[in-house]
């Protein structure tokens, strides 16, 4: 085979079902119609990506490219198995933004100015980290019409460091495996390990959500939002664990749905609902949940907050099954302005040394769980049931 010699060198090898010669080894499950190798060149790749068709696949060259990429649609970019990739910014554009069926797999993304991964309509990334984005490590968006869009995939991916690791914004995301963690940020809407929001349908299995500045999971029920989880952790966050907000669901047809999932080590509340509908958690743990300085509905007044789940501002059609609940700061089961439909079954709810049980507080309406607490008037539990802020911007 030779090289297609022009003023920007770049090898194209033309296949038949297959991913490239021997000396091109790319990842599992990559077949390929084309596949470009451009050299090391921040502007032969994009050149080489500018001329890909649907099908084709790029391949990344080994070391550092510091240059703003689109990929087409239904284009791979990916890199040689086992080849050191690192992508960085050049500017405030998304250092890769991924158009409709485009993938992404074995590559590395550093200190992007801005967002690191845009996916317009849908996308797949495999096997990608990404650290210290300023924005968004990943954006999924759509603006209208979403719920018919296919969906995104995300396997094996790593977001580090940044303003908020991936925010699914009116698309449909299904996340397998991988870490969002360490985000932080001072501005409003930062801090975030994950955001699901504008009418998203977010799936996620097995993965970790650790060690994040503000929340690890906002769920904001704007446009019908939803989120289900299986398997996944969320721990040792400095802020709340999951957050949920405005859901309008059903307990036939929940919003937020946990399965299997364990929420440690986070602070103010591991699982905190606030005017939402249509909560189910299955099964998991729920515990050691630390106290911290919370916000409350008192302009510059704040609480030692620290409860493994609150239930705020009409929240309701919650149910709790087969969950452990156990060693929470303050509160096991908080429920604050409840309204109809919380229960708690066949779980078990132990508290540690001068923590309390089940509190229910300020609520009309009957919560089916065991040993409840009622503070009478004027004692109850001080609370923080803010609305939390959305990431602006893309």
């Given at each position: ?5 022009q003023?920007?060198?770049f090898?194209?090898f033309?296949?038949?079902g ?19 190798a451009p ?13 890909a068709?649907s ?14 990429l ?55 990334l ?25 969906t ?12 908020v ?12 495996q ?44 704007a446009?019908?939002?939803?989120t ?40 103010i ?7 939402s ?10 515990a ?5 300085p ?10 030692m ?9 009409g929240t ?5 099954r ?9 509160a ?11 229960s708690?079954?066949?779980g ?47």
């Amino acid at each position: 085979m030779r090289p297609n010699r022009q003023a920007i060198a770049f090898v194209v090898f033309l296949l038949a079902g297959a991913c490239g010669p021997a000396q091109l080894q790319l990842p599992n499950g990559v077949t390929c119609s084309k596949t470009y190798a451009p050299g090391s060149g921040a502007t032969e790749l994009s050149d080489a990506l500018s001329r890909a068709a649907s099908g084709d696949c790029v391949v990344a060259p080994t070391g550092s490219t510091r240059q703003a990429l689109t990929v087409p649609a239904g284009v791979h970019l990916t890199s040689q198995m086992g080849a050191a990739v690192e992508l960085q910014s050049s500017g405030t554009d998304p250092v890769v933004r991924l158009s409709g069926g485009a993938s992404l797999s074995g590559v590395t993304i550093s200190s992007a100015a801005g967002v690191a991964v845009r996916i317009d309509g849908h996308a797949t990334l495999a096997n990608v980290k990404i650290d210290r984005a300023a924005g968004v490590g990943i954006v999924a968006w759509c603006e209208e019409d979403c719920h018919t869009d296919p969906t995104s995939t995300l396997t094996d991916v790593e977001v580090t460091g940044s303003k908020v690791g991936l925010w699914a914004r009116g698309t449909n995301v299904t996340v397998k495996q991988g870490r969002f963690a360490e985000s932080d940020s001072q501005s409003l809407g930062g801090g975030y390990g994950v955001v699901a929001s504008h009418g998203a349908a977010l799936s996620m299995e097995g993965t970790l959500i650790d060690s994040n500045h503000e929340l690890g999971l906002l769920v904001d029920g704007a446009s019908g939002t939803s989120t289900a989880l299986t398997q996944v952790t969320v721990k040792d966050n400095l802020g709340r664990g999951i957050w949920a907000q405005g859901l309008v669901g059903t307990a036939a047809t929940p919003k937020l749905t946990l399965d299997g999932c364990t929420l440690q080590h986070n602070a103010i509340a591991a699982l905190g609902a606030r005017a939402s509908t249509g909560i189910r958690v299955q099964g998991g743990r729920i515990a050691d949940t630390q106290l911290a300085p919370a916000l409350t509905a008192t302009p510059g007044v704040t609480a030692m907050v620290g409860d493994g789940v609150g239930v705020f501002e009409g929240t309701g059609e919650l149910s709790m099954r087969s969950v452990t609940v156990e060693s929470n700061a303050r509160a096991q089961l908080l429920v604050d302005t409840g309204a109809a439909g919380v229960s708690f079954q066949l779980g078990t709810i132990t508290q540690g040394s001068g923590a309390a049980g089940v509190v229910v507080q300020r609520t009309t309406a009957t919560v089916d769980a065991p040993n409840i607490t009622t503070p009478a008037a004027g004692n109850e539990l001080p609370v923080s049931s803010l609305n939390i802020a959305v990431p602006t911007g893309p």
